[in-house]
C-alpha cells in the first residue's frame, strides 16, 4: 500500500504549473491534468470515477446492495505556490489505496465508500477557499463566480473555459443523509506528533479563520522632490499594518495572523507608492478569540490610515467558523489508533481544511499523519514512507470497524 502512495504522490507533484516547484490551482490546465491521472487510479481500482460539476473527482465503491449511503474519504489535490507535495493528495491517495484493497478483497461493507478529491481547498486563485467541498456541502457562495484570479479572469469565466458550467454547481450537492461522515487523513502541518514521538493523532476540532484584502490608497509621486512630511506613500502605511498584525495577533497564543501577499503600485524604484494591498490571515480555535482580533486589527488599520491621510477598504474574502470534529468519529479513530498499537493523542488543526464545509452536510473527523518537522507550504514537506504505511493501516482498520451513528431515536 505505502509503495503506490509514495509513488503516486511523486506522480501528481510533476504536475505542476512551473517547472521549479509545485503549484496546482483549480481550473487549470494542471487541474485537468491531475484529475484525469486520479480518475484512471480510481478506474483501476474498481471505483465508478466522476468528475463533478465543480471540478471534484469522486470514486465510488457500493456497499452490500447498490445505493447506500457512503462514507466519504479524502481530502483536496489543488495546492499553494510552491508546495510540499503532501498537503491534500496523502489524503486523497491513502483513502483511495484502503477502497482499492477493500474491492480487491471484494469485501462488501454495509455502507457505500466514496473517496472525493476536493478541486479548491487552498484558495489560491480565487482568494474565497473550499469551493470544492462547499458545492459538495450544498453551501456553494453564487457570488464567489464573480471574483477575479490574477490572470484577469472570474471564476465563472475560468470554469467555462475549463469546460464546466458554473449554473451546474448546484448539481454537485449531495442530499443530507447520502453522507454518513466525512472522514480526511492529512499531515499534521505542525510539529506535535513529531514532539511527542507519534505517526498519527485524532483532530478535536479545526481552528476557524477570517481572510481579508486590504487596499490601502495614497498619493503616488516622484521619489525625489516630494518631502516625507508630504507623502501619503501607501506602502509606509501597509508596512506600519503589517507589524500591527503581527503585534496584536503575537499578543495571544491561542491567536496567529498573516500577511501572505503584498503589492505595491505603480511598483517602480523612483515613484512612492500610490496604492497597495495586501491580505490578512488570522485565525483561532476559538471564535470569539478570533472575532476580536479581527475588530482590533480593522481599528489599527483604520487608525493607520487615517493618521497617514491614506484611504482604506478592508473586504473580508473568507470566513469560516471553528469546526468541531464528531466525538463518536474521533473515538472510532481512536480505536483504530490503538489497534495499531499507538497511545492516542488529541490534538486541533491550526490549517483549516475541507471538513470547515462538509459539517454543514454530514459529521466530520480527521486522522493527522505525521510530517517531517512539521514543515508545510513549503518544498521540504516531507513524510516518511514508515509514516504514510501507518496512517494507511490506520485509516484501513477504521474504515473496515465503521459503525455508522445510529440515527437519534425519535
Ligand atoms: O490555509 C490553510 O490552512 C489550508 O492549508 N488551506
Ligand atoms: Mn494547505
Ligand atoms: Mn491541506
Redesign the pocket.
Known sequence: MAGRIVRRIGELAAISASPDGLTRICFSDEHRRAAELILGWMGEAGLSARMDEIGNVVGRYEGGTPGLPCLMLG??YDTVRNAGKW??PLGVLTALECVADIARRGLRLPFALEVVGFAD?EGVRFSSTLLGSRAIAGSFDEGALEARGDDGLSLREAMAAFGLSPDAIKKAARRRGDILAYVEL?IEQGPVLEAENLPAGVVTAISGASRFLITLDGMAGHAGTVPMRLRRDALAGAAECVLAIEKLCGGDPRLVGTVGQIAAEPGATNVIPGRVRFTADIRAADDSVRKKAVSAVIDAIDETASRRRLKARIAKTHENGTALCAPWLRAQLGEAIAADGHRVLELPSG?G?DGMAMIDITDIAMLFVRCRGGVSHHPDEHVPDEDVASGARILLSFIENFRPQAKASL
Open positions: 481530502s483536496h498537503d491534500g481547498e492529512h490549517a481544511h
